[in-house]
């Protein structure tokens, strides 16, 4: 803002001034730069909760959120800057990991503010484990706000339910999904303790 800029350097933000009769540099690709990381940044922002554990074991020099944020920069955002840029929902990574994610899964809200998945129990797949846990995330691309549960159910359960604000009645919510071996939420994160995020799709809730 004005003369002073943000940064980061090893995850760490600062703010600093710039040199005098130095400008903030406007050229196209510049422009498009801060566009694309400030698109990324407001969508992951809401979910960073789930982004703190799930990418904390890829993260070795950087943090979990910026380390998710350079990974779907990569990954998950199409465009340019004349057709304009767009997040690729189905390549976002909230989570990343070896860790057996779901199978034949499937979402519906019929109630109202409440999304309803179901699963097939796959305990028995190597890596996976009856008393891992679910995790949901939903985002509101229209609000930029997200619903996260860390712990909503577990894999062995094979169906679940997370309510929404009742407010998001009627507007599109992508979804999305994955497990955690348990002992995670007590500080022990590897990659084989943490499945890759799943896309489950954009629904309409009741």
């Known amino acids: 803002v004005g003369n002073v800029v943000g940064g980061s350097l090893n995850g760490v933000h600062y703010l600093r001034s710039l040199p005098s009769g130095m400008r ?21 922002r809401p979910m960073k909760e789930l982004i703190s554990i799930g990418f904390k074991a890829e993260a070795s020099r950087m943090n979990p959120f910026n380390a998710a944020v350079s990974f779907n920069l990569r990954n998950a955002l199409s465009g340019d800057q004349e057709t304009g840029f767009s997040i690729d929902y189905g390549r976002v990574a909230l989570s990343l990991g070896s860790r057996p994610g779901m199978s034949e899964a499937a979402m519906e809200s019929t109630e109202a503010s409440i999304l309803s998945v179901q699963w097939a ?18 985002f509101n691309e229209a609000k930029g706000d997200a619903i996260v549960e860390l712990n909503l159910a577990t894999r062995q359960a094979s169906a679940a339910q997370l309510r929404l604000p009742a407010e998001w009645s009627g507007e599109s919510v992508h979804v999305f999904a994955g497990f955690l071996a348990s002992s995670v939420l007590l500080g022990t994160v590897k990659t084989d303790r943490i499945s890759r995020s799943q896309y489950l799709g954009a629904i309409t809730p009741a």
């Open 121 to 138: 129990d796959n305990s028995t797949m190597k890596g996976a484990s009856a008393d891992d846990i679910l995790f949901l995330a939903a």
């Open 24 to 44: 903030q540099a406007n050229t196209p690709s510049q422009l498009a730069q801060r566009e694309r990381f400030g698109m990324m940044v407001r969508f992951l």
